[in-house]
Structure formats: C-alpha cells, structure tokens
Nanobody, 119 residues
Framework: VQLQESGPGLVKPSQTLSLTCSVS??????????WTWIRQTPGKGLEWIGY???????DYRPSLRRRTYISRDTSKNQFSLQLRSVIPEDTAVYYC????????????WGQGTQVTVSS
C-alpha cells in the first residue's frame, strides 16, 4: 500500500489549505479502514486531524472541527483535506495515513508534505 500527498507548500493566513492523498495498493472503500490526516509540528509532535472511513463516514479533531473538511473521490482512489482560515500555527508536515481497525494501527504512511502558513 502506498500513499502520496500533494498540494501547495505555502498558504497565506486566512486562506484554505488543500491537500490530496493518492492511494495505491488498497481501495479507500475497503471495510474497516480509516483514511486519516495527521500533522507534525516541532512543538506539538504528532496531531491527529481526522479521517474518512471506508464507508465514507468522517470524524475530526474537536479543536479543528469547525475548520476541517475531509472528502474522497472513489473514482480516483484519493481523499482530500481542506483546512479553512489557516493561521501560522497550522504550519506543519502533513501526512496521509491508513488506519486499520483490525490491527488498531496506522500501518501505512505517506512521506509527508511540508505546509507553511505565511504571508
């Protein structure tokens, strides 16, 4: 299974951060999988943002819920993250990850993409 993030590396404050994850080797509609976005900052470490499940249900980090939207395109086997009204504190390395309910693990990770919020 391989995951690859894509999207702009620089976003201005108050704008929307948009990233897409392209998946190969598994279907994003596979039962009991959770297609997840995680970010890492030097100060906070790893931070779970949210997921879209194989069934299409979503869940988000409560502190980011009002600004976050995760969607999918099953025809392309991709899922996407939108984070609205970004601030400099949203600067991080963003990862797309597969979660497996059976193993309770985040078992496959993309390489990560640096996103900087700056004017």
């Amino acid at each position: 299974v391989q995951l690859q993030e894509s999207g702009p590396g620089l976003v201005k404050p108050s704008q929307t951060l948009s990233l897409t994850c392209s998946v190969s080797g598994d279907s994003i509609t596979t039962d009991q999988t959770y297609w997840t976005w995680i970010r890492q900052t030097p100060g906070k470490g790893l931070e779970w943002i949210g997921y879209i499940s194989g069934k299409g249900t979503t869940d988000y980090r409560p502190s980011l819920r009002r600004r976050t939207y995760i969607s999918r395109d099953t025809s392309k086997n991709q899922f996407s993250l939108q984070l609205r009204s970004v601030i400099p504190e949203d600067t991080a390395v963003y990862y797309c990850v597969r979660g497996d309910k059976a193993t309770q693990a985040w078992d496959y990770w993309g390489q990560g993409t640096q996103v900087t919020v700056s004017s």
